[in-house]
């Protein structure tokens, strides 16, 4: 990053000097990201539940509950088609990375280790699941020069594939689905003990009488 510098001559500090490198550079994060860039999971999530956001707090959550019952559901109906190793959109992103690379050449250097010649030069290293493009890494999917390379080593390239790609992953996380609760009015009849009632409550407000203390600060004490 290049620092501004003043008339003087002196650098000047920009907002991004002080915070850690890998808070906001893929090239520096730690850990896998999987190609995700989040700037506010809130935001998405308000603009999902957007018509919601003026009712009452109660029917906005059973709203919302019924806004996840449906897309789990959806989800699980669409997942139980699909019939390949990745889910659909990753096998369209297989696809392509396969036609970047297919006129590409790795060489071996290792057992599991090769150079390719692409546009530029690269390590690939199988093992470690690791190119020097840095891709692999970052996104968790193996970029264009590791499928070269994959290939000229004769391996199957759904094994050097993250699992959270892969459809057995999708179908397991919408495997358990959302019951429907039926309104509570329904299901009260004389006599049930399954019911859990609400609790009682007194009418009528609570008064407070508020006297100064020795220390001339106020406060409150509660009447019953
Ligand atoms: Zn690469």
Same mark, same amino acid.
């Given at each position: 990053?290049?620092?501004?510098?003043?008339?003087?001559?002196?650098?000047?500090?920009?907002?991004?000097?002080?915070?850690?490198?890998?808070?906001?550079?893929?090239?520096?994060?730690?850990?896998?990201?999987?190609?995700?860039?989040?700037? $506010? %999971? *809130?935001e =998405?999530?308000?603009?999902?539940?957007?018509? &919601?956001?003026?009712?009452?707090?109660?029917?906005? @959550?059973?709203?919302?509950?019924?806004?996840?019952?449906?897309?789990?559901?959806?989800?699980?109906?669409?997942?139980?088609?699909?019939?390949?190793?990745?889910?659909?959109?990753?096998?369209?992103?297989?696809?392509?990375?396969?036609?970047?690379?297919?006129?590409? $050449? %790795? *060489?071996? =250097?290792?057992?599991?280790?090769?150079?390719? &010649?692409?546009?530029?030069?690269?390590?690939?290293? @199988?093992?470690?699941?690791?190119?020097?493009?840095?891709?692999?890494?970052?996104?968790?999917?193996?970029?264009?020069?590791?499928?070269?390379?994959?290939?000229k080593?004769?391996?199957?390239?759904?094994?050097y594939?993250?699992?959270?790609?892969?459809?057995?992953?999708?179908? *397991?996380?919408?495997?358990?689905?959302i019951?429907?609760?039926?309104?509570?009015?329904?299901?009260?009849?004389e006599?049930?003990?399954?019911?859990?009632?609400?609790?009682?409550?007194?009418?009528?407000?609570?008064?407070?009488?508020?006297?100064?203390?020795?220390?001339?600060?106020?406060?409150?004490?509660?009447?019953?």
């Amino acid at each position: 990053m290049r620092n501004l510098k003043e008339e003087g001559g002196a650098p000047v500090q920009t907002f991004l000097d002080n915070l850690p490198k890998e808070n906001w550079s893929s090239a520096h994060f730690k850990g896998n990201r999987y190609g995700e860039m989040c700037k $506010n %999971a *809130s935001e =998405s999530f308000h603009s999902w539940i957007l018509e &919601l956001c003026a009712l009452p707090i109660c029917q906005m @959550l059973e709203g919302i509950r019924i806004k996840l019952m449906v897309m789990v559901s959806e989800r699980s109906g669409e997942a139980g088609q699909w019939c390949s190793v990745l889910c659909p959109e990753m096998e369209k992103t297989l696809s392509e990375m396969l036609t970047v690379g297919q006129h590409w $050449n %790795a *060489s071996r =250097s290792s057992t599991y280790v090769f150079e390719d &010649l692409a546009e530029v030069s690269v390590l690939v290293d @199988l093992v470690n699941h690791f190119c020097s493009c840095h891709d692999w890494r970052i996104k968790g999917f193996p970029c264009a020069h590791a499928l070269v390379a994959v290939q000229k080593n004769s391996g199957c390239m759904y094994d050097y594939i993250d699992d959270y790609f892969k459809l057995s992953y999708y179908r *397991s996380s919408y495997a358990t689905l959302i019951s429907p609760i039926p309104d509570i009015k329904d299901m009260m009849h004389e006599g049930s003990e399954d019911v859990i009632l609400p609790p009682l409550i007194k009418k009528g407000r609570t008064r407070t009488k508020t006297i100064k203390s020795v220390s001339k600060v106020p406060r409150a004490i509660t009447c019953s």
